[in-house]
């Protein structure tokens, strides 16, 4: 009975071995012009000649050209010793055979006298300046499954090596050595060494170096299209500490050129992966993508039910063993109604803070942290939204004898009494989602940068909750904030963002139709502080104004300048740590149909 159970388990086994795998169907050797393996054609070309001075890295050309092909480069090393004594053995002779001929046989003298000087070249590089002889081989396969698209290949790739001083040989009866040669086997095969063998100094090598189109695949990355050059897909884990500086993003580009449609493939792809992110959303367009993905949607305006306290202050506003609650408050409140009442000196900041201790102070709380706690149910817990004072509590503290007082008074009018009242109300939401979405469209143009400021310091308190929890924080139109219409204040506290998000497990993503608006403040040293502080910058199609200032605050070559002009729709220049590289945004139809 046992062997009966054993005869079974071998005959179940079979005969397919793990070499079975990998093998292929079928190959058809016949056709001399190329190889046929599984329906598709590949077919060898052998580099067998070289331009003497090349300046410039041969292969360039052909590897940022997106054609089907494989290359194969083998160097091997020569003996030093064994080199220099053949070619002192040779010079002796030539020299002697030259000196002897005279000007007999012109034509063969000159041929000698030109291999003479090339040996002496060698010897001399070899003793002097420490180099070394090696000889190369390098073998083309190119392959399709269409016989006339193969023909069309060929051409073009022999046609791009002989612009580059290349000579090249078709392997025809030889296609299945040249195969085996670009096969990762490491087969140099000796039916076609011959033909193919070149000697190259050290030097010389550096023109062969095949790695020159930047392919970035991140381990973990979320996929971001393909590489516009070589059409590899390009993998970005903006949160590889490793890897990047920080995991701050900026997305540049003029209207319709993709930038919104790039924002939401990244917030739907990272959704997926369980990231926190949060989106400051000014023109409404997330708020489709909001309720597909089941995030939350705080809308902030005259027809909304949503409330934000700005006088609120967050637990987590500082982190945990650091003191000073109503200070770090105080200096937020100053870059918000610098928002409101326009820049305002130092006598008036003086002035208003004042006005701001006292609102507090009328609700029990002072620079004393101890302060912001209550009792609740026999618990001493955190103080809530209405525990704190509101903005008429500043209005109606504020003295209308004094002139300043009193203009401070009539700004604040129509966030207590007029059409902007509904920012004079207790904080009503609870954020318990991984996708929250501000939208605050109905603000209008004249105040959204309120909106935008409320919404950004309570998401930023948000993220310093929890540094074990990766998170994402995306600012469009960022200019509001930190342009020629925000102030110092403001603009410093998004700065602060970029810097230290990193340390919270975050990631700050700056949004913008127009560089000009973020470089109008101070000088611009708010647009690029933020610009420095991101690992990963990614530039859609730009005007030619905007693509000056890019050029002025980033290394972007006259090449690069070119491309940005240039991009169609959905197509990006990224600067991803030091690798610039060409990018065309991907995404399926599903993902197009939750976006569009």
């Known amino acids: ?20 795998y990998i093998s292929p169907s079928y190959i058809d050797k016949r056709n001399p012009k190329y190889i046929e393996i599984d329906g598709i054609k590949y077919s060898g070309l052998l580099i067998i000649n070289y331009n003497r001075e090349q300046h410039d890295l041969i ?8 054609i089907n092909i494989n290359i194969s ?74 016989e006339r698209d193969l023909e069309y290949l060929l051409n073009k790739t022999e046609g791009i090596l002989q612009s580059q001083g290349m000579q090249t040989r078709r392997a025809y009866f030889r296609q299945e050595q040249s195969f085996l040669s670009n096969t990762p086997i490491m087969k140099n095969h000796e039916d076609i060494k011959e033909v193919s063998r070149r000697n190259i100094l050290t030097s010389g090598l550096l023109s062969t170096y095949p790695f020159i189109s930047s392919s970035i695949f991140d381990k973990n990355g979320v996929f971001i299209g393909k590489n516009m050059n070589n059409n ?156 704190m004072p509101r903005l008429e509590d500043l209005y109606n503290i504020l003295d209308e004898s004094d002139k300043t007082q009193k203009t401070f008074k009539m700004k604040l009018f129509p966030f207590i009494k007029g059409s902007l009242k509904f920012f004079n109300n207790y904080t009503n939401i609870r954020i318990n989602n991984k996708l929250i979405v501000a939208d605050i469209y109905e603000l209008g143009e004249e105040n959204i940068k309120y909106g935008m400021y409320i919404f950004t310091e309570l998401f930023w308190d948000k993220i310093k909750l929890d540094r074990s929890k990766r998170k994402s924080i995306y600012m469009d139109e960022i200019w509001r904030l930190i342009g020629v219409t925000s102030n110092k204040y403001v603009a410093s506290f998004i700065y602060k963002i970029f810097k230290t998000i990193r340390k ?93």
Do not use: W
């Open 59 to 66: 292969l360039k050309s052909l590897i940022d050209i997106n």
């Open 232 to 387: 590899t897909p390009v993998f970005i884990d903006k949160y590889d500490r490793e890897k990047y500086k920080n995991s701050n993003m900026c997305i540049f580009g003029t209207s319709g050129a993709g930038k919104s449609f790039y924002t939401k493939l990244l917030i739907l792809r990272n959704r997926i992966l369980g990231i926190e992110q949060y989106v400051i959303d000014p023109e409404r367009e997330y708020q489709k993508l909001s309720y597909e993905m089941k995030g939350v949607l705080l809308k902030l305006g005259p027809t909304s039910k949503t409330y934000i306290n700005i006088f609120d202050i967050r637990e987590e506003s500082i982190e945990e063993n650091e003191i000073g609650y109503l200070a770090t408050k105080i200096g937020k409140l100053v870059g918000f109604f610098n928002l409101v009442f326009g820049e305002i000196n130092e006598e008036e900041k003086g002035i208003l803070e004042n006005k701001i201790i006292e609102c507090y102070k009328r609700k029990g709380i002072n620079f004393n942290d101890i302060t912001l706690y209550k009792m609740k149910n026999g618990k001493k817990i955190f103080k809530e939204s209405k525990d």
């Open 1 to 20: 009975m046992n062997n009966y159970k054993e005869e079974k388990g071998e005959l179940e086994k079979g005969s397919f071995k793990d070499l079975d």
């Open 73 to 146: 480069i083998f160097y091997e090393k020569k003996d030093n010793f064994k080199v220099i004594k053949e070619l002192t053995y040779y010079i002796g002779n030539s020299g002697a055979e030259i000196k002897e001929n005279g000007k007999k046989n012109r034509e063969d003298i000159e041929l000698i006298s030109f291999s003479h000087n090339d040996a002496q070249y060698i010897r001399k590089e070899m003793q002097i300046n420490n180099e070394e002889l090696y000889n190369i081989y390098i073998y083309i396969e190119v392959f399709s499954e269409d």
């Open 504 to 596: 919270y497990g975050g990631s700050a993503v700056a949004i913008t139709q127009d560089l000009s608006d973020i470089f109008s403040l101070e000088k611009g040293i708010y647009g690029k502080s933020i610009l420095n502080n991101s690992s990963i910058k990614t530039f859609f199609s730009l005007e030619e104004e905007n693509i000056k200032l890019l050029a002025e605050n980033t290394n972007l070559s006259n090449m690069e300048k070119i491309q940005i002009k240039g991009l169609k729709k959905g197509e990006t220049l990224m600067f991803i740590g030091d690798n610039h590289i060409l990018v065309r945004i991907e995404s399926d139809e599903f993902e197009r149909d939750l976006i569009e």
